[in-house]
């Protein structure tokens, strides 16, 4: 199975960016579906962005499209997610996770492994 390592979370002021990266080991990312998801607590975590086994398709949240930009890169075993113009209400911890069925999963049950996630927080 593999391993997800989330990063580059952190505190950033809104209408600002951040990178997110993802890591894989024990199995090569190019096998897997990945997506990311996001939680804020006390509620239920939610579909942010998916990108297919070779990156030609991607999918977004409707509260996030033409703001954030999920890539993979198979040589590096990473995947990222690009987020620009934060708003508050992006705040949350953002989870990576691999899928291993076919198709693009818009759903966390879709999902067989996760990272353990990073914060991210818009506040001025």
């Known amino acids: 199975q593999v391993q997800l390592v989330e990063s580059g979370g952190g505190l950033v002021q809104p209408g600002g960016s951040l990178r997110l990266s993802c890591a894989a080991s024990?199995?090569?990312?190019?096998?897997?579906?990945m997506g990311w998801f996001r939680q804020v607590l006390g509620k239920e975590r939610e579909f942010v962005a998916a990108?297919?086994?070779?990156?030609?398709?991607?999918r977004y949240a409707d509260s996030v499209k033409a703001r954030f930009t999920i890539s993979r890169d198979n040589a590096k075993n990473t995947v990222y997610l690009q987020m620009n113009t934060l708003k508050p209400e992006d705040t949350a911890v953002y989870y990576c996770?691999?899928?291993?069925?076919?198709?693009?999963?818009?759903?966390?049950?879709?999902?067989?492994?996760w990272g353990q996630g990073t914060q991210v927080t818009v506040s001025s």
């Open positions: 996770a691999a899928r291993g069925g076919s198709g693009l999963g818009l759903s966390q049950s879709s999902y067989d492994s």
């Open positions: 024990g199995r090569t990312l190019s096998v897997y579906h």
């Open positions: 990108i297919t086994r070779s990156g030609a398709i991607t």
